[in-house]
């Protein structure tokens, strides 16, 4: 498959293990819609992080079980067909994304956009996003290498472009020391 026609895709979990020995997966969700994404029939792609070996299964069941989801595949009956696939990603194609709401951002739009103050100067990049709590929390890699914590709060995030990869935000007291 030549790469440049490959259809992009989004991350929605990542394979953390076996769950019993009738072939079922554990996998951690990476997306806002995991009822969505591991509904029965729906299909997802697994992906090698090492090789990059595409597989394309259908879900015939699922269940959250504490922070993770245990999915069963169509045609895997058996601990041993899916031992491989441990720490393997899973994804979909992206025209499969499901809508966000209005100020509410997937990963991957948010990830290495610039973080501009007031008067425009950059700050630094997105490196990470943490999800303590009532709001998520974005982690900004400065050029000197320093970490700022800058929470997705609308006293402090003024402004998101998904299109130019920028927000710009309102630096109160206390933000960047």
């Keep these: 498959m030549n790469p440049n026609t490959q259809p992009e895709f989004l991350s929605v979990g990542k394979i953390a293990n076996t769950h019993g ?4 997966l554990r996998i951690f969700p990476f997306t806002d819609f995991p009822e ?24 015939v069941g699922s269940r959250e079980q504490k922070n ?16 491989k696939y441990k720490g393997w ?15 509410a951002y997937y990963f991957h ?15 630094g990049l997105i490196t ?15 050029k000197g290498g320093k970490e700022l914590l800058i929470p997705f709060i609308e006293d402090i995030v003024k402004d998101v472009n998904i299109a130019e990869k920028t927000i710009r935000i ?5 933000l960047l020391d």
Excluded: H
Aim: proline content about 3%; hydrophobic content about 40%; glycine content about 8%.
């Design 21 to 24: 020995i009738r072939g079922e």
């Design 36 to 59: 969505i994404r591991f509904a029965q029939g729906k299909q997802l792609l697994l992906i090698s992080p090492e090789d990059g070996a595409m597989l394309k299964v259908k879900i």
């Design 68 to 83: 993770v989801y245990v999915v069963k595949l169509d045609g895997y009956d058996n601990i041993n067909q899916v031992e």
């Design 89 to 103: 990603d899973v994804k979909v194609p992206k025209d499969e994304a499901v809508e966000a709401e209005e100020n």
């Design 109 to 123: 739009e948010i990830m290495g956009c610039k973080v501009l103050n007031e008067t425009g100067e950059e700050l």
């Design 128 to 142: 990470d996003i943490l999800t303590p709590g009532a709001n998520d929390v974005w982690v900004v890699k400065t």
């Design 170 to 174: 309102e630096v109160m007291e206390g």
